[in-house]
C-alpha cells in the first residue's frame, strides 16, 4: 500500500497529475486537471501540494462560466506511532487563496488540524484506514463567506495482487457555517501498478446526503498517473546523528 501511495500514514515520495469531472447539488460542474507532489523530508515527516486547474460552470441564475487556478493546499504530516498493527500519522493542511479569480478561489487562508490511522486486517489482505480534520479559515479577504467544517473519512483498501487494490470509502462531513448541514459521499479507487514506478488510478464519488452546501456532491469521477520514488531528502542516519538526538539518549 505504501508502494502504491495509497497508505496516508506512510512517509514515501511520488508526483500525481489527475483529470476529473465532479458535479454538485448547488448547480456547480467542475472539470478539474490537477497536480501534485509529495515529498519525504525525513523518514518520519512529509509534505504534500496539491494545485487544481480549474473549469467551472454555475448552472443557474447569476450562475457563471470560469476557468484558471485555484487554491493551493499544503499537507504537512508527521508519522508519531507505527507498530504491525497500528500507524498513526497527525498533520496540518495549509490553504492559501491563490486562485485567478475571486470564481475559483475562497478568499481565505485555511488551516486544518488533522489525523489519519491505519489498521491492517492481514487475513482480508486489507488496510482500514480513517482520517479526521477540522477546517477553519483563519484569514483572508473580510468579505468572502468564512469556513469550517469537520470532516470524517473511513475506508477499507484491499490488495488483490501484486498489480491492482481497490478502495471503499465514505466522506462525512459537517459544514458549521452553514446550519451545520451534512453531508455523506461515497468515494473509491480502483489502482493498477504497471512497474516499479508507476500507477494508474480511476476515483469514482457520489453524494448520498447534504444538498445546498459547498460540500455536497451529486458524482464525480477522477482518473491520473502517479509516479513514486524512493528515499527522504533527509537520510534516518542523518536524522539520528544530530546532536540534540545523542542529547535524549543520554
Known amino acids: 500500500a505504501a508502494a502504491n501511495g495509497i497508505d496516508p500514514t506512510a512517509i514515501v515520495g511520488y ?22 507532489v509529495q515529498l519525504p523530508f ?12 480549474v473549469w467551472a460552470d454555475l448552472d ?36 492559501f487563496p491563490t486562485g485567478s479569480n475571486d470564481r475559483l478561489s475562497t478568499g481565505k487562508y485555511g488551516l486544518g488540524p488533522g489525523a489519519a490511522v491505519r489498521v491492517p ?7 482500514f484506514i480513517t482520517l479526521v480534520e477540522d477546517f477553519k479559515s483563519v484569514g483572508g479577504d473580510p468579505s468572502r463567506r468564512d469556513i469550517h467544517f469537520m470532516q470524517v ?24 457555517n452553514n446550519e451545520r448541514r451534512t ?13 516499479d514506478r508507476w500507477r494508474l488510478f480511476v476515483q469514482p464519488g457520489a453524494g448520498v446526503v447534504g444538498r ?12 491520473g498517473v502517479r509516479w513514486m520514488f524512493s528515499g527522504s531528502l ?3 542516519r542523518l536524522i539520528e546523528s544530530l546532536p540534540v538526538e545523542g542529547i535524549s539518549k543520554n
Not at 508526483?15 to 501534485?36: I, P
Not at 486486517?121 to 488496510?127: A, H
Open 234 to 236: 533527509f537520510p534516518e
Open 42 to 53: 525525513t523518514p518520519n515527516l512529509a509534505v504534500r501540494a496539491t494545485l487544481p486547474y
Open 121 to 127: 486486517l492481514p487475513r482480508l489482505r486489507s488496510l
Open 183 to 195: 453531508v455523506v459521499n461515497l468515494q473509491g479507487e480502483i489502482g493498477h501498478r504497471l512497474d
Open 212 to 223: 445546498d452546501t459547498p460540500l455536497g456532491l451529486d458524482w464525480t469521477v477522477q482518473a
Open 153 to 176: 473519512q473511513p475506508s477499507i483498501t484491499t490488495i488483490w495482487s501484486e498489480r491492482w487494490w481497490t478502495t471503499v470509502g465514505a466522506v462525512w462531513a459537517v459544514d458549521w
Open 15 to 36: 508526483s500525481q497529475a489527475a483529470y476529473g469531472h465532479g458535479v454538485f447539488t448547488n448547480g456547480l460542474n467542475l472539470e478539474t486537471a490537477t497536480a501534485v
Open 60 to 95: 443557474r441564475p447569476q450562475g457563471f462560466t470560469t476557468n484558471g487556478t485555484s487554491d493551493l493546499f499544503v499537507r504537512a504530516g508527521g508519522r508519531v506511532y507505527t507498530s504491525p498493527h497500528l500507524a498513526l500519522l497527525i498533520g496540518m493542511d495549509i490553504a
